[in-house]
């Protein structure tokens, strides 16, 4: 867990284990800074259930995708990496989202 020091930003990232054999990860920002950006970014929360799903990333990130467009009106651009790493076979299937404000 991080701590921001005098400001919020715009800056995500997440490691979870999705099974024995796969682990997720998340890195994500926002370009801008303050309260804006510290928002979408707490909306980002909600990749988590998906991740649970165990989706393959080109389907979470589509979905992601399409939430991100609805909330990115304050900002100018949003990216968004999601990856799954196949423990066993060193095997890393990755994709992004991102938005700008013309959706």
Do not use: W
């Not at 701590?3 to 990232?13: A, H, K, N």
């Not at 926002?30 to 909600?46: E, N, S, Y």
């Not at 799903?53 to 399409?66: G, T």
């Amino acid at each position: 867990m991080t701590q921001p020091l005098r400001f919020v930003g715009g800056d995500y990232y997440s490691v979870v284990r999705i099974s024995e054999r796969h682990t997720a990860l998340c890195v994500a920002d926002v370009a801008g800074k303050g309260l804006p950006a510290a928002l979408l970014m707490a909306a980002c929360r909600r990749v988590k259930p998906l991740i649970c799903k165990r989706l393959a990333p080109r389907e979470l990130c589509h979905r992601l995708n399409r939430i991100l467009c609805d909330l990115t009106r304050f900002v100018s651009s949003f990216h968004f990496f999601y990856a799954v790493l196949d423990n066993v076979d060193n095997r890393l299937t990755y994709c992004n989202a991102g938005t700008t404000r013309h959706c």
